[in-house]
């Protein structure tokens, strides 16, 4: 029998342009969907619906053990093993308040139909061991620190201002031990003192079984023998169903009864800033429809600086909030958020009275609506749908089934309500003002709670003085005695994780041994050189007076990379280069030939654009560029000149859209300044590249002192400033432009291509001749070899450890493939690093990054619990696989796939194998290089690997040949010093840009 007849089907359209399958069980509660995502990638996910009462983090910990070895495959970490071996790039998962998530992509659809069964075999009946328990959620060491995986993990998030402030919004809405109050990822002192295997397996049984699992699946797969994978789980876990299990989140929420106003202290390093957010209970969450009036109501509210509230908060003399954002969480009662970041203290009390008695009120009456740019933002916000179909669909069809799984009670009507939003858009285009006054008075006037996240400096010393009392009296309570148990304990614990391997012949099974001939997006790199032009391309082509490359794809889209080349930038030029690029958006434009204001330009983008952006390099590489890129619908394609003339030309700086810009973004970098990882890598930056490079300027946390100058400056002199901005844009165009299309060019009405579109440039003096851009691998690379950096970070209690050293290889060179295979099996899930840090509870990642374009070798030790002892295993280990070339088969094997997986990742939509074509232009490289790179990699040896490889491995530890920063919490910054001590203690200012 077929096994599509033990299954009935409903069958949808993902806003009309995916095709869409569920499919449930006849015989349990199992369900199956299947999204038709063309491209090379197949990506799935196993849902459960998961509800705690209590903030021992039972769903977090057993999302974190489920990894460590199932019944019949009794290895730790092979899920990943295998997953390597099929052409995945490891496992992955996460924890929410009502449900896990369990997820894996492959490249191709034999690696997954190969992982999927054995994955699902993880999920539903995992080993959970004591010895598992104790490495992967929380032991202490045999020194009396507390450790382990989720430990470590959660211990960055505790004193986090966003948490905290989190946590009593909770307390004050939610009734105690509510299933949304409790903290589903664990409290450290209950991970510490209350979660135990016993209540992790107990949850086990009764949220992890068939009746209570969807299986998403978005690729191009057969779906017979998806189902028929899925009838053998069946058959297989039946005996688990409970014969009872009760919906889980049956309650009813109160309302809230009445409006309130909280302070909570947080530790932070800033005492400058604190926030503040409004909660409120909002619609059910089977009122789409509300649900999407009040995302495009938010759009309205806090998008772009038309924006009332920005208008309200942001963009003021005396800013109130350096972000505004709205958030909303589906729940039984759906829980809408307001927040306001990096509020100056001083204002905090004034943020929610004012958000109440003028935004509010002011949207209480119909006549303050403006309809025109209602219009356009649902508009925007249908193409967005269309866009996503291209760029995103598995994120958006995964959350649409795990939306359906939570709260349609399995009603088919729902769930193609949910995945054809549009529908419903289109029809909220006619909706007048009343209804946006209505919704406004519904749901803003409610009784509401506010909570203020008030910063205290003082409280970041208190904090770490309680916990190294709390970790005194733990080793005084243990003694000599007991600390030497919990060490050999922890030693017995990892010694038994790990004493199974699997065998060769199940890992021979387990493998994708053909490189298939993947499912790939055509990408046509054409100029007006290329051979064989069609008449269409050629036509499109003829258009510019400046260099202009095609990359011609099926698309429903057009897409500009606008490139300008920012090497004439003096090292003053370039500090002001940020704030340039922020005030194209934010200003005051000539349009056709008419002074607009500020938010009547932002009003017309938002119109005309799908999508628009500007940033430093190209996909992050390449910095010297500057890449104004622009979004339309192939129907607009003379927009794209009309807006690159805009952003370009036509912006015309006004001081007091630079006063809030320049206040906006210092106020940003004093957010960045608490990130350990942020000023981590801001710091190895300062010692890689050099002084007069986007690489080190183009940094809010390095101009942050310089920003607040010019907030105060282009107040008292607003002239200077406006000559420096100037400045800055007549030695960007001064090297010419050059442009990169995306797009299918015979979807562009040939009416619409036509060479006066771009005689702007020709005709401003400013622009350079358009020749071809080039750049080398490595450009602007200048190490000083030898430096180490220590820097305290109040924000967060992890580390967070960099370090870098040149690697002497482009995408062409011979060393590039060892080397990077070489990174790559070290880093790979479940390879020696992941075992020993991650496994060890040392740090949350250990990774060695092998960035060809940048010319670097890069080691990094993320959100490290013990930084100095995972960076002596991390360099032990490394220098001894070199050394002495011991290379497990099996890992290198993995370590082959997971890259190919990893160089496919990026052509897995069309818009990243467009990129790809475009990058591919400046690394020199044949295109499509990938199937070249691909099969290069497939055909390696692990005696090349370690021969060829090895070497610039060895540099990475070669005290003469990097440079390191570490970011770690002040209070470790004296046992740091010890164990690091040709480093430097620095502070964050010292990193500043100097004004
Ligand atoms: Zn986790």
Same mark, same amino acid.
């Given at each position: 029998m077929s096994a599509s007849k033990l299954w009935s089907c409903t069958e949808t359209v993902l806003n009309g342009g995916i095709k869409l399958f569920l499919y449930s069980s006849k015989n349990t509660k199992l369900r199956v969907a299947i999204g038709e995502v063309p491209g090379p990638m197949v990506h799935g996910a196993v849902s459960f619906v998961t509800e705690a009462d209590s903030d021992d983090g039972l769903p977090h910990t057993l999302e974190h053990l489920v990894f460590m070895g199932s019944k019949k495959y009794p290895f730790k970490g092979v899920l990943d093993v295998i997953a390597n071996r099929c052409l995945a790039d490891g496992t992955n998962a996460w924890t929410d308040t009502d449900h896990t998530a369990y997820t894996l992509s492959t490249v191709g659809s034999d690696g997954f139909l190969k992982v999927l069964p054995v994955y699902i075999n993880h999920l539903l009946t995992p080993m959970l061991t004591a010895s598992q328990f104790a490495t992967e959620v929380h032991h202490i060491t045999g020194e009396g620190n507390d450790a382990g995986v989720v430990y470590s993990e959660m211990q960055d998030h505790e004193s986090e201002m966003e948490s905290i402030m989190d946590r009593k919004t909770k307390e004050v809405i939610y009734p105690p031990f509510n299933p949304y109050a409790v903290d589903t990822g664990g409290r450290l002192k209950n991970l510490r003192e209350s979660c135990t295997l016993e209540k992790v397996r107990d949850y086990h049984k009764k949220f992890y079984h068939l009746s209570n699992m969807v299986v998403t699946v978005c690729g191009m797969v057969d779906h017979d023998q998806v189902l028929e994978i899925m009838n053998n789980v069946e058959n297989e876990h039946m005996s688990t169903v409970p014969d009872h299990f009760p919906k889980p989140f049956s309650f009813a929420l109160s309302d809230i009864k009445e409006s309130t106003v909280h302070r909570v202290e947080c530790p932070t390093d800033d005492a400058s800033r604190g926030a503040v957010e409004v909660a409120w209970f909002a619609h059910s969450p089977s009122d789409l429809e509300t649900h999407s009036s009040l995302h495009v109501l938010f759009d309205y509210l806090s998008n772009t600086s038309v924006a009332p509230l920005q208008k309200d908060f942001i963009l003021l003399e005396d800013p109130l909030a350096s972000s505004v954002s709205f958030h909303i969480a589906e729940g039984v009662r759906c829980d809408l958020r307001l927040n306001f970041a990096g509020v100056p203290v001083e204002k905090l009390d004034e943020c929610a009275?004012?958000?109440?008695?003028?935004?509010?009120?002011?949207?209480?009456?119909?006549?303050?609506?403006? =309809?025109?740019?209602?219009?356009?933002?649902?508009?925007?916000?249908?193409?967005?749908?269309?866009?996503?179909?291209?760029?995103?669909?598995?994120?958006?069809?995964? @959350?649409?089934?795990?939306?359906?799984?939570?709260?349609?009670?399995?009603?088919?009507?729902?769930?193609?309500?949910?995945?054809?939003?549009?529908?419903?858009?289109?029809?909220?285009?006619?909706?007048?003002?009343?209804?946006?006054?209505?919704?406004?008075?519904?749901?803003?006037?409610?009784?509401?709670?506010?909570?203020?996240?008030?910063?205290?400096?003082?409280?970041?010393?208190?904090?770490?003085?309680?916990?190294?009392?709390?970790?005194?009296?733990?080793?005084?309570?243990?003694?000599?005695?007991?600390?030497?148990?919990?060490?050999?304990?922890?030693?017995?614990?990892?010694?038994?994780?790990?004493?199974?391997?699997?065998?060769?012949?199940?890992? %021979?099974?387990?493998?994708?041994?053909?490189?298939?001939?993947?499912?790939?997006?055509?990408?046509?790199?054409?100029?007006?050189?290329?051979?064989?032009?069609?008449?269409?391309?050629?036509?499109?082509?003829?258009?510019?007076?400046?260099?202009?490359?095609?990359?011609?794809?099926?698309?429903?889209?057009?897409?500009?990379?606008?490139?300008?080349?920012?090497?004439?930038?003096?090292?003053? $030029?370039?500090?002001?280069?940020?704030?340039?690029?922020?005030?194209?958006?934010?200003?005051?434009? =000539?349009?056709?030939?008419?002074?607009?204001?500020?938010?009547?330009?932002?009003?017309?983008?938002?119109?005309? &654009?799908? %999508?628009?952006?500007?940033?430093?390099?190209?996909?992050?590489?390449?910095?010297?560029?500057?890449?104004?890129?622009?979004?339309?619908?192939?129907?607009?394609?003379?927009?794209?000149?009309?807006?690159?003339?805009?952003?370009?030309?036509?912006?015309?700086?006004?001081?007091?859209?630079?006063?809030?810009?320049?206040?906006?973004?210092?106020?940003?970098?004093? %957010?960045?300044?608490?990130?350990?990882?942020?000023?981590?890598?801001?710091?190895?930056?300062?010692?890689?590249?050099?002084?007069?490079?986007?690489?080190?300027?183009?940094?809010?946390?390095?101009?942050?002192?310089?920003?607040?100058?010019?907030?105060?400056?282009? =107040?008292?002199?607003?002239?200077?400033?406006?000559?420096? &901005?100037?400045?800055?844009?007549?030695?960007?165009?001064?090297?010419?432009?050059?442009?990169?299309?995306?797009?299918?060019?015979?979807?562009?009405?040939?009416?619409?291509?036509?060479? $006066?579109?771009?005689?702007?440039?020709?005709? $401003?003096?400013?622009?350079?001749?358009?020749?071809?851009? @080039?750049?080398?691998?490595?450009?602007?690379?200048? &190490?000083?070899?030898?430096?180490?950096?220590?820097?305290?970070?109040?924000?967060?209690?992890?580390?967070?450890?960099?370090?870098?050293?040149?690697?002497?290889?482009?995408?062409?060179?011979?060393?590039?493939?060892?080397?990077?295979?070489?990174?790559?099996?070290?880093?790979?899930?479940?390879?020696?690093?992941?075992?020993?840090?991650?496994?060890?509870?040392?740090?949350?990642?250990?990774?060695?990054?092998?960035?060809? %374009?940048?010319?670097?070798?890069?080691?990094?030790?993320?959100?490290?619990?013990?930084?100095?002892?995972?960076?002596?295993?991390?360099?032990?280990?490394?220098?001894?696989?070199?050394?002495?070339?011991?290379?497990?088969?099996?890992?290198?094997?993995?370590?082959?796939?997971?890259?190919?997986?990893?160089?496919?990742?990026?052509?897995?939509?069309?818009?990243?194998?467009?990129?790809?074509?475009?990058?591919?232009?400046?690394?020199?490289?044949p295109h499509p290089f990938n199937i070249d790179l691909c099969r290069r990699i497939w055909n390696l040896t692990s005696e090349e690997m370690v021969k060829i490889g090895g070497p610039p491995l060895a540099r990475l530890f070669d005290e003469k040949c990097f440079v390191r920063s570490i970011a770690v919490h002040p209070s470790k910054l004296n046992e740091m010093k010890k164990a690091f001590p040709g480093s430097s203690k620095i502070k964050i200012s010292d990193l500043q840009f100097a004004c």
């Open positions: 009275p004012k958000f109440f008695d003028k935004t509010v009120r002011e949207h209480l009456e119909e006549a303050n609506f403006d =309809m025109e740019r209602m219009g356009y933002l649902i508009d925007q916000t249908i193409l967005n749908e269309l866009v996503k179909l291209e760029t995103n669909a598995p994120k958006d069809i995964m @959350s649409h089934i795990i939306g359906h799984q939570l709260f349609d009670n399995e009603d088919e009507e729902l769930f193609k309500k949910r995945t054809n939003e549009i529908d419903f858009l289109k029809k909220l285009k006619s909706e007048p003002a009343s209804y946006w006054v209505q919704l406004v008075n519904k749901y803003f006037t409610a009784p509401s709670a506010t909570v203020i996240g008030v910063p205290n400096e003082e409280l970041v010393d208190k904090i770490a003085e309680e916990e190294e009392k709390r970790i005194a009296a733990q080793c005084e309570k243990l003694g000599k005695k007991g600390l030497e148990e919990a060490g050999k304990s922890l030693e017995a614990a990892i010694l038994e994780n790990t004493a199974n391997h699997p065998s060769a012949e199940l890992l %021979d099974q387990l493998i994708v041994k053909d490189l298939e001939a993947f499912d790939r997006f055509p990408v046509q790199s054409l100029t007006s050189n290329s051979p064989s032009l069609t008449p269409q391309q050629s036509t499109f082509l003829a258009q510019f007076p400046f260099h202009a490359n095609l990359h011609n794809c099926p698309t429903k889209f057009v897409e500009i990379f606008f490139l300008l080349d920012s090497s004439n930038l003096s090292i003053e $030029d370039r500090s002001y280069l940020f704030l340039y690029t922020d005030l194209l958006f934010e200003s005051p434009a =000539m349009i056709d030939g008419v002074l607009t204001s500020a938010d009547d330009v932002a009003k017309h983008f938002t119109k005309d &654009l799908i %999508d628009h952006s500007i940033q430093v390099g190209v996909s992050g590489l390449y910095d010297r560029f500057v890449n104004l890129r622009i979004k339309v619908g192939a129907d607009k394609y003379p927009l794209l000149a009309k807006w690159a003339q805009i952003f370009t030309q036509g912006v015309v700086f006004d001081p007091s859209r630079i006063h809030q810009c320049a206040q906006k973004l210092a106020g940003e970098a004093r %957010d960045r300044k608490r990130d350990g990882c942020t000023v981590a890598s801001t710091a190895v930056a300062s010692m890689v590249y050099g002084k007069n490079t986007n690489c080190i300027l183009f940094d809010e946390l390095v101009l942050e002192k310089l920003h607040e100058k010019i907030s105060k400056d282009v =107040m008292k002199n607003p002239e200077a400033v406006l000559e420096k &901005l100037e400045q800055v844009r007549s030695a960007l165009f001064s090297n010419g432009v050059n442009a990169h299309f995306v797009a299918d060019v015979d979807s562009i009405d040939p009416k619409m291509l036509s060479s $006066d579109l771009w005689t702007w440039v020709q005709a $401003d003096p400013r622009f350079g001749p358009g020749h071809q851009f @080039s750049a080398e691998a490595g450009e602007n690379v200048s &190490l000083e070899l030898g430096k180490e950096l220590l820097i305290g970070v109040g924000g967060s209690e992890s580390s967070f450890i960099y370090q870098t050293s040149f690697l002497d290889a482009n995408w062409n060179s011979e060393e590039l493939i060892p080397a990077m295979i070489f990174g790559q099996y070290l880093s790979q899930c479940e390879g020696p690093l992941w075992r020993a840090i991650r496994g060890d509870g040392l740090a949350y990642g250990a990774n060695v990054f092998v960035k060809p %374009d940048r010319k670097q070798i890069t080691l990094s030790l993320y959100r490290c619990a013990q930084p100095a002892v995972a960076y002596e295993r991390t360099r032990d280990i490394i220098r001894k696989i070199v050394e002495s070339g011991e290379i497990s088969k099996a890992e290198f094997e993995g370590a082959k796939r997971s890259t190919v997986f990893e160089m496919m990742k990026r052509e897995g939509t069309v818009s990243g194998a467009a990129k790809i074509s475009i990058l591919n232009n400046f690394r020199q490289t």
